[in-house]
């Protein structure tokens, strides 16, 4: 017996597969940009990745009389928060936040460059690959996640030194120092660092983080914050600036 009249469209269809069609990351990311036409516009482009669009935006902008530096704070810091915020809902992925970052950092230089003002960091933060490890694409994220939420990074590079590591701490001041670490032989130069910055007196969260290293592991030293995903970076400096403990912050990051 054959049924003509029943539409094979609507068979073993999964009950979201209609929403997940409806909403694509375009149409996510458009509900949370900015109303403001102007900063709209450079929050699209930062979205899409592209550096032309973000400066072309800009500079329509400033010749509307908008200020250079407050761009990066009203335009540019808007859009990469929807990167951010749908890179953490899982719509979109790391290759998308890594365009957008460019973009936005480009961006920044040229605000920078129309104007005489300085732009106020949030903070420093110093991020390093551990001694021995020569893979930096995580350290790379964790820098670019940093600089598009508005801090001021000290990038040690890849195969840093412990000493190195504790000298660029005592140098910089930084509110926070990020570690990465994809080979298992060695994530324990963390250890090493956590236990040097303790004798000099250096009581700045380390927050690590990469394919070798797991929270049972960080949780062991004293400093250590454990980072899952690169995104983390940002959201334990600002934490940081308002005022969490090192105890603090492994009480909301660490899974219990």
Same mark, same amino acid.
Request: charged share 25%; aromatic share 6%; with cysteine.
């Given at each position: 017996?054959?049924? *003509?009249d029943?539409?094979?469209?609507?068979i073993?269809?999964?009950y979201?597969?209609?929403?997940?069609?409806a909403?694509?990351?375009e149409?996510?990311?458009?509900? *949370?940009?900015?109303?403001?036409?102007?900063?709209r516009?450079i +929050?699209?482009a930062?979205f !899409?990745?592209?550096?032309? !669009?973000?400066?072309?935006?800009?500079?329509?902008?400033?010749?509307?009389?908008?200020?250079?530096?407050?761009?990066?704070?009203?335009?540019?810091?808007?859009?990469?928060?929807?990167?951010t915020?749908?890179? !953490?809902?899982?719509?979109?992925?790391?290759p998308?936040?890594?365009m957008?970052?460019?973009?936005?950092?480009?961006?920044?230089?040229?605000c920078? &460059?129309?104007?005489d003002?300085t732009?106020?960091s949030k903070g420093?933060v110093?991020?390093?690959? %551990?001694?021995?490890?020569?893979?930096?694409?995580g350290?790379?994220?964790? %820098?670019?996640?940093l600089?598009?939420?508005?801090?001021?990074?000290?990038?040690?590079?890849?195969?840093v030194?412990?000493?190195?590591?504790?000298? +660029?701490?005592?140098?910089?001041?930084?509110?926070?120092?990020t570690?990465?670490?994809?080979m298992t032989?060695?994530?324990?130069?963390f250890? %090493?660092?956590?236990?040097?910055?303790l004798? +000099?007196? *250096?009581?700045?969260?380390?927050a690590?983080?990469?394919? %070798?290293?797991?929270q049972?592991?960080?949780?062991?030293?004293?400093?250590?914050?454990?980072g899952?995903?690169?995104a983390?970076a940002?959201?334990?400096?600002?934490?940081?600036?308002a005022? &969490?403990?090192?105890?603090?912050?492994?009480?909301?990051?660490?899974?219990?």
């Amino acid at each position: 017996m054959t049924r *003509l009249d029943i539409d094979p469209s609507e068979i073993l269809v999964r009950y979201n597969v209609k929403l997940e069609k409806a909403m694509t990351p375009e149409d996510a990311a458009a509900e *949370l940009y900015p109303k403001d036409a102007l900063f709209r516009e450079i +929050a699209v482009a930062i979205f !899409d990745g592209e550096e032309d !669009d973000v400066i072309e935006g800009l500079e329509k902008a400033i010749k509307a009389g908008k200020n250079p530096i407050a761009l990066i704070d009203d335009a540019l810091m808007v859009g990469m928060k929807v990167v951010t915020d749908l890179y !953490d809902q899982g719509t979109i992925f790391l290759p998308n936040v890594m365009m957008s970052a460019d973009a936005m950092l480009d961006g920044i230089e040229f605000c920078k &460059s129309q104007s005489d003002e300085t732009p106020v960091s949030k903070g420093k933060v110093v991020c390093h690959v %551990a001694e021995g490890d020569v893979h930096d694409i995580g350290k790379s994220i964790v %820098a670019a996640l940093l600089r598009a939420n508005g801090y001021e990074v000290v990038d040690l590079g890849r195969d840093v030194p412990v000493d190195e590591v504790i000298d +660029a701490v005592k140098a910089e001041k930084p509110i926070l120092l990020t570690g990465t670490a994809l080979m298992t032989t060695t994530m324990y130069a963390f250890k %090493a660092v956590n236990d040097r910055l303790l004798e +000099a007196g *250096l009581n700045v969260p380390f927050a690590c983080g990469g394919g %070798a290293v797991n929270q049972d592991f960080v949780s062991t030293y004293e400093l250590g914050i454990y980072g899952e995903e690169a995104a983390d970076a940002p959201k334990i400096a600002d934490k940081i600036l308002a005022g &969490s403990s090192i105890s603090a912050l492994k009480e909301e990051f660490h899974k219990h």
